[in-house]
């Protein structure tokens, strides 16, 4: 059963340990999950459902509780997904469509000028998403080998573009 990330990502937490909606958004937000995946406020409870439906996550009977305070348990069904989802992403390279490909194929539309203020403007982002992934990697309390390898690959691939954008504002094409 495939899963989408941010289906595994709640679903990961949910395995965690049991919780409700809005205890995931504040571990979402305390971890700094949104520096590395798409998941919104507003998607939680849409995921939370998607997940109920296809029986990889249950809610207790509690018909008195409000939705935001409904405790989700992981599924043994859930538990299997979660652990098969895991492996593939990191076992399989995926192609990962990248907006700024889509730019890049249509340079032609833009002037020298224009290329390099927008390789400055996307460097100067880049260098303040750098700040703020180490500022969410000092905030962990937890030195989990989980967000030590998530920060670890979200710095080096921010590295690794804000090299590539510095050597192409220092270098006309």
Known sequence: MELT?????????????PRHGYDLEQVIER????????IGFSSIYYLLAK????????????????????VHHATAAGRRAA??????????????PHPLL????NLPL????????????RLAQVEERVAAVRAAERAQAS???????????????????????????QVPG
Do not use: C, M, N
């Open 143 to 169: 030195s989990a080998r989980a967000a030590r390898e998530v920060f670890s690959y979200s710095l080096s691939l921010l590295e690794a573009e804000r090299s590539w954008l510095a050597a192409r504002v």
């Open 102 to 105: 889509v730019g890049l194929a």
């Open 51 to 70: 997940l109920v439906k296809r029986g990889l996550v249950h809610v207790p009977d509690a018909p008195d509780a409000a939705r935001s305070r409904r």
């Open 110 to 121: 833009l002037s020298e000028r224009e290329y390099a203020d927008a390789l400055r403007a």
């Open 5 to 17: 990330p941010a289906e595994l990502t709640v679903l990961g937490l949910i395995i965690e340990r």
């Open 31 to 38: 971890r700094g999950v949104r520096q590395w995946t798409d």
């Open 83 to 96: 652990q098969e989802g895991a492996l593939a992403l990191i076992r399989e390279p995926r192609p990962l």
